[in-house]
């Protein structure tokens, strides 16, 4: 991550930097899975989340932004409100990595270089890709392990708000809910088609994840000049 923060950083800077504004900064969070397992509660964090941003200010009211970060997702059918999930009682727990790119909206003016405390909603949107473990559920309910991982394509839908700290301190609160195109987060569809007698589930419905949390992100570069984007 660390090699991937100074390229990121490496290929903004080499931009005009006498005509852009950027960030960089951190997200700490937790997140909460939405699927065949498990509780469906759209909001419920019950596991850390933490990562990087970097964003690219084109005007006072969009941004380009990029963004990685790590956590578990997990799902427990005994904490579910379904009675049958409940019965069954099947959990699962996986590390995953997202990568972030898209673009970020304010719902009102957020220019950095004027003077004095500001605040604004803003919206975030793009594509994401999540690297998971394979796992599928055997005839006895066992979780395990198919020994391989794939990359999840999903569409990032963010609502935040956002207020300076500082001359360069930005801090927001967001939360994110992620829509896959795949329904192997949870172990309902094994990855492997040998193994395809082991799903269950709403196999037409894909799995969801949602990362809260707070950003707190540095800003740097001169005073831009928007007239030209």
């Not at 019965?87 to 673009?103: A, C, D, W």
């Not at 719902?107 to 594509?127: C, E």
């Not at 195109?181 to 193994?195: A, I, Q, W």
């Amino acid at each position: 991550m660390r090699y991937l923060l100074l390229i990121f950083m490496s290929v903004f800077y080499l931009q005009n930097t006498e005509s852009q504004i950027y960030e960089v900064g951190v997200f700490f969070g937790g997140s909460n899975f939405i699927g065949d397992v498990g509780a469906t509660n759209y909001i419920a964090p019950n596991q850390g989340a933490f990562g990087a941003l970097l964003k690219w200010n084109r005007s006072p009211r969009h941004a380009f932004r990029a963004s990685v970060i790590f956590s578990d997702l997990e799902g427990i059918d005994g904490k579910s409100d379904d009675p049958r999930r409940i019965q069954r009682g099947y959990s699962f727990n996986t590390n995953v990595l997202e990568i972030s790119l898209g673009m970020e909206f304010t719902f009102w003016d957020f220019d950095l270089h004027v003077s004095g405390m500001k605040g604004t909603p803003y919206l975030y949107s793009g594509i994401s890709v999540l690297n998971h473990d394979n796992y599928f559920f055997d005839q006895n309910g066992n979780y395990t392990s198919e020994n391989t991982n794939s990359w999840a394509y999903g569409i990032p839908m963010v609502l935040g708000y956002k207020t300076n700290i500082s001359n360069h301190l930005v801090l927001a609160a967001e939360v994110g809910a992620r829509y896959t195109f795949s329904d192997e987060l949870d172990g309902s569809v094994p990855d492997s088609e040998s193994r395809e007698q082991f799903s269950f589930g709403n196999t037409n419905s894909n799995d969801w994840y949602v990362f809260s949390g707070i950003t707190l992100t540095y800003t740097f570069g001169r005073r831009p000049c928007y007239c030209g984007f």
